[in-house]
Nanobody, 113 residues
Framework: QGQLVESGGGLVPPGESLRLSCVASGITFRLETMQWYRQAPGKQREFVGDIYPTGRTTYADSVKGRFAISRDNARNTMYLQMSSLKPEDTARYYC???????WGQGTQVTVSS
């Protein structure tokens, strides 16, 4: 029933910023912990961060201090603000509802000059 749609990816030079969006439907969005994951080719899917219903956030060490997750419950939308992007951030980024197995289709982020 639940559906997640990511958007906002693209090609950016190192050091620049990008904001991803995840729009949810079919779930009680405001009550869910929402998560961002990413996956580069040939690598395991990696936890990026999450945001609790309270607004508390958690981040992987690799992105801490550079990425920020927020949510707008009125729009059923979670955001990932990425700054100081590095080539190592290149991956497909996915939205996930915690404990649900509900994933979006992903949006590609490529950091390259």
């Amino acid at each position: 029933q639940g559906q997640l749609v990511e958007s906002g990816g693209g090609l950016v030079p190192p050091g620049e910023s990008l904001r991803l969006s995840c729009v949810a439907s079919g779930i009680t969005f405001r009550l869910e912990t929402m998560q961002w994951y990413r996956q580069a080719p040939g690598k395991q899917r990696e936890f990026v961060g999450d945001i609790y219903p309270t607004g508390r956030t958690t981040y992987a060490d690799s992105v801490k201090g550079r990425f920020a997750i927020s949510r707008d419950n009125a729009r059923n939308t979670m955001y990932l603000q990425m700054s100081s992007l590095k080539p190592e951030d290149t991956a497909r980024y996915y939205c996930h509802v915690q404990f649900s197995g509900i994933w979006g289709q992903g949006t590609q982020v490529t950091v390259s000059s």
